[in-house]
């Protein structure tokens, strides 16, 4: 699986987003779906292809500072240790950003949106 991972992040520090790393997008798919029991993966990843074909580029933005291949670089880091405590924890909220899920808020975390007077 490394060289699925080193071979799209070679990709995006050469050329950046496009359809060379689509195309190494959907070998890393299949290299899950056929080794590994993730569909779970299997679905991001090609929800990931999916959303650089519709729109030319990476449009998931999860981290705060960060354009599209940087973010895209960030989920293929975290797909090569899928196996990882922490991992898990963000590829799910990945996932959540990925189907239009809202994260939910925790008790006690509710942002203050009254207007003071």
């Known amino acids: 699986m490394n060289r699925y991972i080193d071979a799209i992040k070679k990709t995006l520090a050469k050329d950046g987003v496009g359809e060379k790393v689509v195309s190494q997008l959907k070998e890393l798919r299949e290299y ?9 993966y299997v679905k991001m990843i090609r929800m990931a292809y999916e959303n650089i074909e519709e729109n030319g580029e990476y449009t998931f933005n999860f981290l705060e500072d960060g354009d599209g291949k940087a973010n895209l670089e960030y989920f293929v880091d975290l797909l090569g240790e ?6 898990k ?19 006690g975390e509710e942002e203050n949106t009254q207007i003071e007077e």
């Open 32 to 40: 899950f779906k056929a080794t590994l029991n993730e569909p779970g």
């Open 89 to 107: 924890e963000e590829l799910q909220e990945i996932r959540n950003l990925m189907e239009g899920i809202e994260p939910e808020v925790e008790e």
């Open 82 to 87: 899928y196996h990882n405590k922490y991992n």
